[in-house]
């Protein structure tokens, strides 16, 4: 790996999780690599995963900059006793990154609805694959639209080295973090696709059907 004009993607902190994360040597000056714990905390990302991992936030938050506001956020309007309105939303938007030469393009795989939560509140997760440079290698990553189940909003969920199948395996990660759903809370099968991506909606309504009656078996 080359570690010439890493900084243009990423900043020492940004190194130091993305190499732990991914259990490989940093790409950059070792005198700069701050320690992983100061990484997280001052990225915003120490001590608030629940169920999940703060790398895995922190990895998401990086890979997911560019994006923010094509994200998952809930939203709500608030009336007050004069009629003015006040429109709160779950989804923190995150200080950018410092300007890059070069941004991550984040690709996206596909958005599903897990349930209808009450009239007009669906529980959307939205998947995405993104291309890091020099550390050649694609981390998919799943959105909700606020942090209220896990505590942070997105989440890295697996990556994979290579170009080659590259739709087979973004969608075997995805397929993966249902059946982990599936088999830790029980979680029922997604009720509907919201919008599609990469994935289809014969490839995801096969991938899902599988691990439902695997998990039901």
């Not at 991550?104 to 939560?117: D, V």
Request: aromatic share 8%; glycine share 6%; net charge negative.
């Amino acid at each position: 790996m080359n570690s010439q004009n890493t900084n243009d993607l990423y900043t020492p902190d940004e190194h130091a999780i993305l190499s732990e994360w991914l259990e490989v040597p940093p790409i950059c000056a070792q005198e700069d690599l701050p320690y992983l714990d100061d990484a997280l905390e001052r990225l915003g990302f120490l001590g608030g995963a629940i169920e999940r991992f703060d790398e895995d936030a922190a990895v998401a938050h990086i890979v997911l900059g560019a994006i923010q506001d094509r994200l998952p956020q809930w939203a709500a309007v608030e009336i007050d006793a004069v009629g003015n309105a006040t429109i709160h939303t779950a989804r923190p938007i995150q200080k950018a990154r410092n300007k890059k030469k070069i941004e991550l393009k984040p690709q996206h795989l596909i958005t599903i609805n897990w349930a209808n939560t009450g009239p007009g509140i669906s529980w959307p997760a939205a998947y995405h694959l993104t291309w890091l440079p020099h550390y050649d290698v694609n981390i998919v990553t799943v959105s909700a639209d606020g942090p209220e189940l896990y505590g942070y909003c997105d989440f890295a969920v697996g990556y994979f080295e290579g170009s080659e199948h590259r739709i087979t395996k973004a969608s075997n990660l995805v397929a993966a973090d249902w059946a982990l759903s599936a088999a830790d809370t029980n979680q029922p099968r997604w009720s509907e696709i919201i919008e599609e991506g990469l994935i289809g909606e014969q490839l995801a309504a096969e991938l899902a059907s599988e691990i439902w009656q695997n998990a039901e078996a």
